[in-house]
């Protein structure tokens, strides 16, 4: 059965195409969505309060994304990863986001970094709590930051488009006990060293960073997470 109602929110009329599909975007951007999870057209139409047509429209969006999965039967599907496709991605995610957090050091702005070093702190505090949607809302958030700063028209949707295919991964280690969060948490300490180096305008630093980061989180993966069966080790 779908929880798609508390995952969403209602939608204003006057607008309803273009924040149909940004609702559901920032759901799967913050990791709101299992993979594999089913979601019918007539649930999401319903949990928003809007016609068909907005939906089914945003859906063929995220689909020619390849976000989503849509099937005759009007479900929705979350599109599930094996590990081979899950490591082809993140090597995707190293190259352009490294260049984009490299970009990034030649053009932000010091009132950025400002707001980045407060994103941080206001990110570890959520880190340290139990609710998974603010903590990925966050965590977007703050990267984010960095990649708009870039400056790059190209990278941006490319990098959205990468996220929205990994937004569903991103709530794996929150699904577990306290001790599989930690293992996770342990390795996203790289926050402050990546904006030590955005503000010393260090590209290089920034870039090898980020790489880190993403690293990290393949290894925690192919360690914890068992593509095959789509659910946590042990």
């Not at 508390?6 to 969505?33: C, H, I, P, S």
């Not at 006990?177 to 590209?203: M, P, V």
């Amino acid at each position: 059965m779908s929880t798609a109602q508390f995952k969403v929110g209602k939608v204003a009329t006057e607008t309803q195409q273009a924040r149909v599909y940004r609702e559901m975007r920032d759901a799967l951007l913050a990791g709101r969505f299992m993979p594999g999870e089913s979601i019918t057209i007539r649930s999401l139409t319903e949990a928003m309060g809007t016609g068909t047509m907005p939906v089914r429209e945003a859906v063929q969006r995220l689909v020619a994304k390849g976000a989503l999965e849509f099937f005759p039967n009007r479900t929705v599907k979350v599109p599930e990863f094996d590990l081979e496709g899950f490591r082809e991605l993140c090597e995707i995610r190293i190259a352009l986001e490294g260049m984009a957090a490299g970009r990034a050091a030649k053009h932000i702005t010091d009132d950025t970094i400002d707001d980045l070093n407060a994103q941080r702190l206001a990110l570890e505090k959520i880190m340290r709590g139990r609710n998974a949607e603010r903590a990925l809302s966050a965590n977007l958030a703050f990267h984010f930051t960095v990649y708009k700063a870039s400056k790059s028209r190209h990278l941006m949707p490319i990098i959205e488009t990468l996220w929205l295919r990994m937004g569903p991964l991103l709530v794996i280690p929150f699904r577990g006990g306290s001790k599989t969060k930690s293992s996770f948490l342990s390795h996203q300490n790289r926050n402050i060293d990546l904006i030590r180096a955005l503000r010393s305008r260090q590209g290089g630093a920034a870039r090898k960073i980020l790489t880190a980061m993403i690293t990290d989180s393949v290894r925690w993966y192919s360690k914890h997470y068992d593509f095959e069966h789509h659910q946590l080790k042990g």
